[in-house]
């Protein structure tokens, strides 16, 4: 069913905005550039109007935390499943580019300027070449599609294929002209899509063998001693590190890496994913809010009311921990910045049985 949006003024009796249109396309296109935060606070953008070597022209490309990349295509004046047909072979193109021809993208895009430096700056961590274009995602940009190309968009999501739909409409309010957006398909969907591909998109896969990686990032912002204490895993500040959290459900495992440390703890999930706002601890004064709480609960306080910003946390109970110096760590291991995915690559399963082994764990049961 076609997305449709609608703005009402509040009052009595409230008001219905008017739709409108944009003079073109392409003035959006150059918001976009201009605040990169109206499609995706979490993405940075290193490429515009990139010519590939089929002669297409990539309207917008991006890169999200982990080195994945974003294929941005704008509807303009083709018909709705011509855009879907392109981006897929455009992507077919984006999947082959390897870290040179990024870095020569990103010249164009910004000269003078070092995407690593960029990287750096902007997600605070550094970016590995391994994992640069281990996989990527297709948005396309529209003010509507037909209820079949948005059946074939969703058709494609359902089957690991990462492309969603970004809905842009303009209404009128007064003299200004105000922007709404809609997603076809929960981001956190698309990128669960991306996050399973995560490890090598281009070498071997398998199976998913049921056991989620997480990445306990950031400790900065949040406490490995905390989440020992008080049995919980969390991510925050921005929904590419909170989304996948969903993709946990009770009796889940969890394997545990804190980046550039190791690996520190598996477990099993208790509970969905609830926001700071709502989960509670229990303390020997009884259960309390954790943000009431833990180390950097004042933070979590102060983006609490902001569904984007908010620290967000699953409950569970550990099967066995390590303190964060005495992590496990070893070459071959798995690792990843998505906070939560479902590996298929054989690193995985290596890794899993590594894990087993090192804190000798058996089957689902396991002693902390």
Not at 208 to 236: K, L, P
Not at 291 to 297: E, F, W
């Amino acid at each position: 069913m076609p997305i449709q949006h609608a703005i009402w003024q509040v009052g009595q009796p409230a008001t219905q905005l008017k739709q409108s249109k944009l003079g073109s396309e392409a003035l959006l296109e150059e918001m976009i550039v201009q605040d990169p935060r109206i499609l995706s606070p979490a993405w940075m953008l290193i490429g515009q109007q990139e010519i590939t070597a089929h002669g297409g022209r990539i309207d917008l490309l991006a890169i999200a935390p982990d080195g994945s990349l974003v294929l941005v295509e704008l509807k303009r004046d083709r018909t709705p499943r011509e855009i879907v047909a392109q981006a897929l072979d455009y992507a077919s193109w984006v999947a082959e580019l390897g870290a040179d021809r990024i870095t020569q993208i990103y010249a164009r895009f910004k000269p003078g300027h070092s995407l690593e430096q960029d990287f750096l700056q902007r997600f605070g961590t550094a970016l590995d070449e391994d994992s640069l274009n281990h996989a990527h995602q297709i948005i396309i940009v529209a003010a509507e599609l037909d209820p079949s190309t948005e059946r074939i968009v969703q058709y494609l999501n359902d089957r690991d294929i990462a492309i969603n739909v970004l809905f842009f409409q303009v209404f009128v309010h007064g003299d200004q002209q105000l922007l709404s957006r809609a997603w076809l398909i929960d981001p956190s969907e698309t990128q669960a899509n991306v996050a399973v591909t995560t490890a090598n998109s281009k070498g071997a896969k398998e199976p998913w063998n049921g056991e989620f990686y997480v990445s306990f990032g950031d400790q900065t912002s949040r406490s490995w001693d905390d989440a020992v204490r008080y049995g919980f895993i969390s991510g925050g500040g921005g929904s590419w590190y909170s989304k996948t959290l969903k993709l946990l459900s009770p009796g889940d495992r969890v394997w545990v890496n804190i980046p550039k440390r190791g690996y520190v703890g598996v477990g099993e999930v208790l509970e969905a994913v609830q926001p700071a706002s709502d989960f509670s601890v229990n303390t020997e004064s009884g259960d309390r809010l954790a943000m009431d709480v833990l180390k950097h609960g004042e933070l979590y306080k102060a983006n609490s009311a902001d569904p984007e910003l908010s620290e967000y946390f699953v409950r569970v109970k550990w099967l066995h921990t390590l303190p964060a110096a005495q992590a496990f760590n070893e070459l071959g291991l798995f690792g990843n910045q998505n906070t939560v995915c479902q590996p298929t690559t054989p690193k995985w399963r290596h890794t899993v049985e590594r894990l087993k082994d090192a804190f000798k764990l058996e089957g689902k049961e396991g002693n902390n």
